[in-house]
C-alpha cells in the first residue's frame, strides 16, 4: 500500500488517499492512538468514492471513533469500464428515457461489476489489517449487492450495514440466505428505483438471527441525517 497524500481535517480526523497496486483508495482514521475498529464503506453500484455522501458518511465515521476505508474497485469511480459495461450503461439510459423494463439490464451491469469487485475489497482489506492504527473487527456500510457477496466470503466482517437502494443482481438475492452477521437495513419508502417489494423480501431473506430494518418516508437520497449516526450506533455494538 502507498499512501500518495495526507491531511488532518478540521475535526482531527487524518484522511489519507493510497493506491494499491491500480486499485485507488481513501482512508480516514480518527485521533486516538488506540487501534480503531475498521468499516469499509461503498457506494451504491459502483458510484467513487468521492461521492460527497460517502465522504460525508465516512468522516462522520472516523470522528465516532472508526477507521474507515473505501476503494473505487474495478469498473467503479474512475476505472476503466469495459466496452460491455458501456454498452450496458449507454442500454439503461435508452430504457430509462424510454420508460421500458431495466431489471435484466441492470443484471447484466451490476452482476460483473460485483464479480470484479469483491477480489479488490478483499486485497485492500488485507493490507488494511496490516496498519497498526487499525485494530479489527470490521463492518460494511453502503452498497447492497457488494457487502452481500463480502458477507458470504469474507469471514472478518462481523457486522453490516446495507443501503436498500442500490440494484440487487439474482445471485446476491439468492446468497442473502447465506447471511448470519448481524445486519442493519436502510430502506428509503418511496425510492423511485428500487421496489419496496423487492426491498422487503430480500430484508426477510437474509439469514441473520440479529437484523433490523430502518425504512424512512421519502425518494433515493432523502436518507435522513440521523441514520447515520444511528448506524455509528448499530456498529459500536458488535465491532467495540
Given amino acids: 500500500m502507498h499512501v500518495t497524500s495526507e491531511r488532518r481535517l478540521d475535526d482531527g480526523v487524518l484522511e489519507r488517499e493510497f493506491t494499491l497496486g491500480e486499485i485507488p483508495g481513501t482512508l480516514w482514521t480518527p ?20 461521492e460527497p455522501r460517502l465522504v460525508a458518511r465516512a468522516r462522520l465515521s472516523a470522528a465516532y471513533g472508526y477507521a474507515v476505508a473505501s476503494i473505487d474497485a474495478a469498473g467503479c469511480g474512475e476505472r476503466p469500464r469495459s466496452a460491455a459495461d458501456e454498452q450496458a450503461r449507454a442500454d439503461l439510459r ?8 431495466v431489471d435484466e439490464i441492470f443484471e447484466s451491469l451490476v ?15 488485507d493490507a488494511l489489517l496490516t496498519l497498526p492504527e487499525i485494530g479489527g473487527p470490521v463492518g460494511y456500510s453502503g452498497w447492497t449487492a ?28 439468492e446468497e ?5 452477521i448481524p445486519l442493519l437495513f436502510l430502506l428509503q419508502w418511496d425510492d423511485e428505483g428500487n421496489p419496496r417489494q423487492r426491498a422487503l ?19 433515493h437520497i432523502g ?10 450506533r448499530f456498529f459500536g455494538r458488535h465491532l467495540k
Avoid: C
Avoid at 442473502?176 to 448470519?180: E, L, T
Fill in 31 to 50: 485521533e486516538s492512538l488506540a487501534p480503531a475498529p475498521l468499516i469499509l464503506m461503498a457506494h451504491n453500484n459502483g458510484l467513487p468514492k468521492a
Fill in 94 to 101: 435508452r430504457a430509462m428515457k424510454a420508460g421500458e423494463p
Fill in 111 to 125: 452482476g460483473p461489476l460485483v464479480e470484479n469487485a469483491v477480489p479488490e475489497w478483499r486485497l485492500a482489506l
Fill in 146 to 173: 457488494l457487502g452481500i457477496r463480502l458477507a458470504v466470503l469474507e469471514p472478518r466482517i462481523a457486522a453490516a450495514g446495507f443501503f436498500a437502494g442500490g440494484y440487487v443482481p439474482r445471485a446476491q438475492r
Fill in 176 to 180: 442473502a440466505r447465506q447471511v448470519g
Fill in 201 to 219: 423480501d430480500l430484508f426477510d431473506a437474509f439469514g441473520s438471527k440479529e437484523k433490523t430494518l430502518h425504512a424512512n418516508l421519502g425518494g
Fill in 223 to 232: 436518507t435522513p441525517w440521523f441514520e447515520r449516526e444511528d448506524g455509528d
